[in-house]
């Protein structure tokens, strides 16, 4: 009798550890935080984009006399959400060209990652109030847009990775790594593996909780739809005539392509809420709905739309795999030796500037001055490596000068703009003189080599002794 | 790969752990923010008088947050898209149209953003009629009208009208095709266009 009421009691204990075990495993095992960091950067472009469009007819949206009138907002939102509130209804339409320009420059910090705790905040009291104010022009891109900044800023971990504000750590880190690197010439920069992160789980999980919502959402009210069963919505979408970028009405004479197109775009909003979840499902899971954002982009022109979907969806994608992308498949393996003057003050700078974007370990710096070359690379040669800068690949390839500076570019996602310069024809040419003419006249480290000047240690000369530096 | 990562990323939790208190103000609010996002999105029409109130109790907090959204697109079907006729009025006796979403405009996300502005009016304007029984008694309409009447100087009035872009049947666009070799032009305003619906004419204030 007694155990008729103790194994009740022992099974809702059981269950009970096991939804706070699995809630925990969920919500606080620390995560990689790279994925949330390209979602802010996407989020960011998209997010000064649509400000930016804004700024087109800044009077016609925002203004006193715009399509929708101060007045009227406050009205409509009174109604319908009474504590909706908006940064612009308090704007004057003078100094409406000011603030849009202040707002576009924190998007664009808040894009970079810089001081992102802060830009996270403000870029989502601005897409927020944005939305507010322009209640008529408002379509799904904004809300998903809007859901991604909350959560990008209510965690505050969207900088933690893929970021200005993690670079300038690094940097820092690395300046003075570089400046105690050891006899043995080489030295290590800290790994370029973001620290896994609570709070950026949370970001993560919530904007997947929050996309698995939408699919769901989206999915079901669609079985509401007789055209969603027949198989014929489908085409009430590519052949609606604002819509439309491309004519495809020759689908009308293929009745059951789109048919199939039909069932498998509503298939895959119901199956995704489940299929997510599952570890060799997601993969296929996310190509597909990429596709089917990118086909939505080319054929309603809903191009933002769809690009924030994809946005969202880049939560789901594994952190080491992003960074895989970039810094190869085998994590912590050298792409190339750096061979770099330790005794040169600004090439010891250069060397915790492009360290510090390293995305993980791909070039080893090595100081040519406490090692000896030839070693690195038989064909070096000590004469050759004080001319220029030397880069020694994985596959035993060597660069030097300014085509090693741009394959060390070419390596790091944050350089790659610059990098990029470097197929502008001519650019080569002159960028090689510039880069020999700044080699040949760069400072170096005074030699000490008598009593006197070991007395006072050039001031240049900042690391001390003990730690084996290389003043000589 | 994966599971070395993970692992990583749990031994890396043991020692950044976040404290019971913390952890348990976290479960609250994240708790407590889900099932609000939930309830919002169960609380759009159709809906039971239960999801509705439940709705309707926290808007609050979606007013606070910009959430509360439904995301029910092109439910239950894609619908017609409403395109706004504005016939703009000049002293001199001129008038000139104004066509919303226009289709020259450029960037494509202005396009985006005048096709939500032809779909809010229309729902304004339902709302407005089903109310009032007067469809000028919009406000977007008004508040359109009087931007109109702004953008265009020298205008006197705004006349404002609505139609539908309709989705044509398939069956008839595949029999033109077997017929005449081509596709339809879905632009042609006798085939594809709902007859106007006039919202009302707005005088400009032209002092």
């Known amino acids: ?472 | 790969m994966d599971q070395l990562d993970t692992r990583k990323a749990e031994s890396a939790g043991e020692s950044t752990g976040w404290p019971p208190w913390l952890r348990v103000v976290a479960t609250i609010a994240i708790v407590s923010h889900a099932a609000l996002i939930w309830i919002a999105a169960w609380g759009g029409s159709p809906a039971s008088r239960l999801e509705m109130s439940w709705r309707d109790g926290f808007r609050w907090y979606y007013g606070l947050i910009d959430q509360g959204y439904t995301y029910r697109y092109y439910a239950p079907e894609p619908p017609p898209t409403p395109v706004l006729r504005a016939v703009i009025k000049y002293k001199d006796g001129k008038t000139e149209e104004v066509r919303i979403p226009n289709r020259d405009i450029q960037p494509r996300m202005l396009y985006q953003r005048q096709l939500a502005l032809a779909n809010h009016l229309l729902n304004d304007v339902e709302a407005a009629r089903a109310g009032t029984g007067d469809a000028s008694r919009s406000r977007w309409a008004q508040s359109y009208a009087k931007h109109l009447g702004k953008t265009h100087p020298g205008a006197v009035s705004v006349a404002l009208s609505v139609e539908m872009h309709l989705i044509p049947d398939p069956n008839e666009i595949r029999r033109q095709i077997d017929a005449t070799g081509k596709a339809p032009d879905l632009d042609d305003p006798n085939q594809f266009y709902s007859v106007p619906e006039r919202i009302g004419e707005f005088p400009c204030d032209v002092s």
């Open chain 1, 1 to 472: 009798m007694r155990r008729l009421l103790t194994d009740p009691l022992q099974a809702v204990a059981r269950l009970a550890n096991a939804v706070r075990d699995g809630w925990n495993r969920f919500v606080f095992t620390p995560a990689d935080p790279t994925s949330l960091g390209v979602v802010r950067v996407a989020t960011g472009i998209l997010a000064f984009w649509s400000l930016f469009v804004y700024g087109l007819d800044l009077q016609g949206f925002f203004g006193s006399t715009g399509w929708s009138t101060p007045e009227g907002v406050t009205a409509f939102l009174k109604e319908v959400d009474p504590t909706a509130w908006s940064f612009w209804l308090a704007i004057p339409d003078g100094l409406l060209r000011p603030v849009w320009i202040v707002c576009l420059v924190i998007l664009a910090l808040f894009t970079c990652g810089a001081f992102s705790r802060v830009t996270s905040v403000l870029a989502w009291a601005i897409i927020a109030s944005t939305v507010r104010r322009s209640p008529v022009t408002v379509y799904g891109f904004d809300q998903i847009l809007s859901t991604l900044c909350l959560y990008l800023a209510v965690t505050g971990a969207s900088g933690k990775a893929v970021s200005l504000d993690r670079y300038y750590a690094r940097w820092r880190r690395n300046r003075a790594e570089v400046a105690r690197r050891s006899k043995t010439g080489t030295w290590t920069a800290p790994s370029g593996r973001p620290e896994p992160s609570i709070a950026a789980n949370i970001a993560l999980r919530l904007i997947q909780c929050h996309l698995v919502l939408i699919y769901g959402m989206a999915g079901l009210a669609k079985l509401q739809g007789p055209a969603w069963w027949n198989g014929s919505a489908f085409w009430g979408t590519v052949a609606a005539g604002e819509f439309r970028l491309f004519d495809l009405t020759w689908l009308a004479s293929y009745p059951q392509l789109i048919n199939a197109f039909t069932h498998a775009g509503l298939a895959v909003e119901l199956l995704y809420p489940i299929v997510i979840w599952n570890r060799a499902g997601r993969p296929i899971v996310l190509a597909i709905v990429t596709l089917m954002h990118i086909g939505i982009g080319i054929t309603l022109g809903l191009v933002e739309f769809s690009l924030v979907m994809v946005a969202a969806n880049l939560a789901f994608v594994s952190g080491p795999w992003l960074r895989s992308l970039v810094a190869g498949a085998v994590p912590g393996q050298v792409a190339g030796r750096v061979l770099y003057d330790g005794a040169c003050p600004r090439c010891r700078a250069s060397m915790a500037i492009v360290s510090a974007g390293d995305p993980d370990r791909l070039i080893e710096p090595v100081d040519l001055t406490a090692v000896d070359v030839t070693k690195v690379h038989p064909s070096l040669s000590r004469e050759a490596c004080m001319r220029s800068m030397h880069l020694v690949t994985s596959k035993r390839k060597v660069k030097e000068g300014y085509d090693a500076v741009m394959a060390i570019l070419g390596w790091t996602p944050l350089f790659w703009p610059i990098s990029l310069v470097r197929f502008i024809p001519g650019v080569s040419v002159v960028g090689r003189k510039v880069y020999n003419r700044i080699a040949a006249s760069r400072p170096r480290d005074v030699v000490c080599n008598d009593e006197v000047c070991g007395i006072h240690p050039p001031s240049s000369a900042q690391v001390p002794a003990s730690t084996g530096r290389s003043a000589r």
